[in-house]
């Protein structure tokens, strides 16, 4: 089944913005993938930890919200088909960059109003804030999305 922008906006019932192409197949892929302010991460790259005892809950078919843009911003959400992802924000991370993992069975989907949508291959991922340098590059930062 080829998986679309308007195919991932009925299922979650998350619009999209008008300037984006809606019959453009979403691609697929096994590495590292950014989105505005989340990156997503496979856990064979960051070291973190899931907690003991963590507990997992499926994605349902019209997504999980991951992380809100800043300021009531647009949605990322993590959509999946039933039985095929599970979700925890149970983890320990030392750079206090990490918002959860998910693992999945089947290709899950990143969806944005704003950005579109990206594929993720069967796996376990970490959900990530995004950090960038400030201007004087002496710190850094959140990205705001």
């Known amino acids: 089944m080829t998986v679309t ?3 991932l906006s009925r299922q979650t019932g998350l619009a999209v913005l008008d300037h984006l192409e809606r019959s453009v197949r979403i691609p697929v892929v096994d590495g590292l993938q950014a989105q ?7 856990m064979s790259e960051v070291s973190l930890s899931i907690l003991a005892d963590a507990p997992w809950t499926d994605v349902p078919s019209e997504g999980v919200e991951l992380l809100r843009g800043a300021a ?11 039985g095929t992802c599970r979700w925890t924000t149970y983890v320990s991370d030392s750079t206090r960059l990490a918002i959860g993992v998910f693992e999945a069975s089947a290709p899950v989907y990143l969806l944005h109003p704003e950005h579109g949508a990206s594929g993720c291959t069967p ?5 990530r804030r995004q950090r960038e340098y400030t201007v004087d590059g002496w ?5 705001a999305d």
């Not at 505005?36 to 496979?42: A, E, S, W």
């Not at 796996?123 to 959900?127: H, I, L, P």
């Open 36 to 42: 505005g302010d989340l990156i997503v991460v496979p």
């Open 123 to 127: 796996g376990r991922y970490a959900v």
């Open 5 to 7: 922008l308007a195919s």
């Open 139 to 143: 710190g850094s930062r959140l990205v």
């Open 72 to 82: 009531g911003g647009n949605p990322h959400t993590l959509v999946a088909d039933p």
